[in-house]
Structures are given as C-alpha cells and as structure tokens.
C-alpha cells in the first residue's frame, strides 16, 4: 500500500510541476475566470484531466511502439499549431466585454440553463487532446525513473496509482490557477482595463503558435 501512495504522490507532483508554464490550457481558463466564469474554468480544467488519463495510460503500454516512430510524435507537435492560431484568431476578432461586470452576476451567469456543461468538458478535453507534449512527457518520466524503488511500477495497482496521479495533480494546478486568477481578478482587471482583453490573449495564443513551430523548424 505504500508504494502504490508512493507512485500516486509522486506522479501527481511531476503532473503538477509539468503544468505550470503560460500554455492554451491556463491561458483559457485565467480567460474564462478574469471574465467571472469561475465554474466555466473548473469545467474546462476537469475535461483538460480526461486526455492526461488517456495518454498516460498509453505511455505505460505504448512505449517500445512508439519510440521507434519519430514522424509520426512530429505530426501531433503540428496539429497544435492550427490549433492555438485559431484560438488566437477567435479572440482577436472576439467582440470586447464591458470588463466592469460584477463577480457575482457572471458567477450566477455561468451556471445559467443556457450554459453547456458538457460544451465546457468537451472544450477542455479537446485543448489537452491536442497537447502533443503529454505522451513523449509521461514516456520520458516512466522511463527516467524506471528501476527506482519507490517509483517502480509493476503491479496493476500501481498502474491505476499512476494514471490517476497523472489527472490529479493537473487538476490541483488548474484549481490554483482559478484561485488565483479569482482572488486578483480586480486588480487584474483594473490593470487591463484600458486594453482588449480578447486581443491580448488572442495574441498570447498566436505567440505560443509561432514558438511550437519555430521550435519545430529548428529542432526537427
């Protein structure tokens, strides 16, 4: 039992320290939650955790498969680059909101009937679907720690331990990027209110693009 904690707590400090940087995941939900939509957020980030399942249980099963075919982990690294250009452009032409709008109407707006839960899952599941970082990630982690003995995966047990970990500590990253983007939602919004909001994101995610396939050119 205490190695099966032992690889749960471990995974799930690897998935949460490999989710901090400023990707398409936190830039959409610190958009929806500077916007008041704070269960909109929460929502994007529990369909983000889907895909982490998925692909972490095909890195325990898929890697001598996989490894081999070097074009085909290019292909994946690609389709996030037409992905965060549309992204991009979506919020660029996006009509600007007032930015003055209480808290708590859009936290009651959020949660509206004509508001889709499963278009929120759905939204986050697509933008981890397409991270086409999360597969060669958890190959590479189960491969550098593979032999140690407290990460040593070998009973199924410990390969549920893994999977979930790998979901869990995504989702503690994402409920710390809502808390914070929350708790200094005003002071935010008071620093951007001269700006578009829509445009400033828009071009974050055409800068993310542009550094994928910049990456991607020079490092085949």
């Not at 400023?22 to 830039?27: A, C, H, K, S």
């Not at 269960?39 to 898929?62: D, M, Q």
């Not at 994946?76 to 209480?102: Q, R």
Request: aromatic letters at 12%; charged letters at 15%.
């Amino acid at each position: 039992m205490l190695h099966i904690i032992s690889v749960f707590f471990i995974t799930s400090l690897i998935s949460f320290c490999g989710s901090i940087q400023l990707g398409p995941v936190n830039l959409v939900i610190m958009k929806e939650v500077l916007e008041g939509k704070r269960s909109t957020g929460l929502l994007i980030g529990a369909g983000v955790c889907i895909p982490e399942f998925i692909y972490s249980f095909f890195a325990l099963y898929a890697a001598t498969w996989l490894i081999p075919r070097h074009q085909l982990l290019i292909t994946l690294e690609w389709t996030i680059v037409p992905v965060m250009l549309g992204l991009g452009l979506f919020s660029i032409f996006k009509k600007k909101k007032e930015a003055t709008i209480p808290l708590e109407e859009t936290a009651v707006a959020s949660v509206a009937p004509n508001s889709s839960t499963s278009k929120h899952l759905a939204k986050g599941i697509v933008l981890s679907a397409l991270n086409p970082q999360l597969l060669p990630f958890w190959l590479a982690i189960l491969v550098m720690l593979n032999g140690y003995p407290f990460f040593n995966i070998e009973t199924f047990a410990h390969r549920i331990a893994f999977v979930i970990g790998t979901g869990v500590g995504e989702f503690v990253l994402i409920m710390l990027v809502v808390w914070l983007t929350s708790k200094h939602r005003d002071y935010l919004m008071k620093k951007m209110k001269k700006w578009n909001l829509n445009k400033v994101f828009g071009w974050l995610f055409i800068s993310l693009a542009l550094f994928q396939s910049l990456k991607l050119i020079l490092h085949p």
